[in-house]
């Protein structure tokens, strides 16, 4: 494994949440040393399912040598399993419920492991605290982590679609991130989003005012927006909604 230079925190627990701030405080104890980044605090809630899709996306132009703690759980307490993942000179820790299979699918150099470990101290539901603050401690400190190894079809969502033609995030302006690569798009094809019909631009000032189109964002992904607007609003649409794409098939 290489060396892990930084740490970032990818969860639906809300900005400034309080479970946010005790990861981080646990993390500060525990490794000190490394700079640890809140990426993204505000995914779906309870939805690996669409998350997974925008890490995968996040991950591009993040550096290498950088360790993702990945908690989006609503399986905490139950029986799902814990995770390790390295991919690509990345690391990810999380649950076993899909939230980091697009990664591992897309990952050239890919290893996968079950945690076994537990601490002996471990509350039914806050395993981001005591459970996977603790195991990036060992990852990163470089100490022995009781783990099996496992192939990447094995795990949750490995047979989940590459592309997946839905909104998986709203950001704060409104527009609405899909799980799509705009590269499986072919040339200007036309989408469909709540009986509206969307163009291709390029980008924002292509468009008249207050005008919904589609365009590829800076992850690489097929956004939704309206110029000088909220997408969300003028199309009624949110995080799990359908988009048809009308001139072929993902």
Same mark, same amino acid.
């Given at each position: 494994m290489s060396e892990i230079r930084r740490i970032a925190l990818v969860t639906d627990f809300g900005a400034g949440s309080l479970y946010v701030g005790q990861m981080l405080l646990r993390l500060s104890e525990l490794v000190p040393e490394i700079p640890v980044v809140d990426l993204v605090s505000n995914l779906p809630p309870f939805r690996p399912d669409l998350?997974?899709?925008?890490?995968?996306?996040?991950?591009?132009? &993040?550096?290498? /040598?950088?360790?993702?703690?990945? @908690? !989006?759980?609503?399986?905490?307490?139950?029986? #799902?399993?814990?995770?390790?993942?390295?991919?690509?000179?990345?690391?990810? &820790?999380?649950? /076993?419920?899909?939230?980091?299979? @697009? !990664?591992?699918?897309?990952?050239?150099?890919? #290893?996968v492991r079950r945690v076994t470990w537990r601490p002996g101290r471990l509350s039914a539901s806050f395993h981001g605290r005591d459970l996977f603050c603790p195991v990036v401690g060992m990852l990163v400190r470089g100490e022995r982590l009781e783990s099996l190894s496992v192939d990447r079809e094995s795990i949750v969502g490995s047979d989940w679609p590459d592309d997946l033609a839905k909104v998986v995030f709203v950001d704060g302006y409104g527009n609405l991130i899909s799980g799509m690569r705009a590269s499986a798009l072919s040339g200007d094809v036309r989408l469909r989003a709540a009986g509206t019909e969307l163009s291709r631009a390029r980008t924002f000032c292509e468009v008249p005012h207050g005008t919904a189109f589609w365009y590829e964002n800076s992850l690489g992904l097929v956004e939704l927006a309206v110029n000088k607007g909220r997408a969300d609003l003028t199309l009624g649409l949110g995080a799990g909604d359908p988009i048809d794409v009308l001139d072929g098939s993902i």
């Open positions: 998350s997974a899709y925008l890490l995968s996306a996040l991950v591009r132009d &993040v550096p290498d /040598d950088t360790l993702f703690l990945c @908690v !989006v759980d609503p399986g905490v307490g139950g029986g #799902r399993s814990v995770i390790h993942i390295e991919a690509d000179r990345r690391c990810y &820790v999380g649950p /076993d419920n899909g939230l980091m299979s @697009v !990664v591992a699918r897309h990952g050239r150099v890919v #290893r």
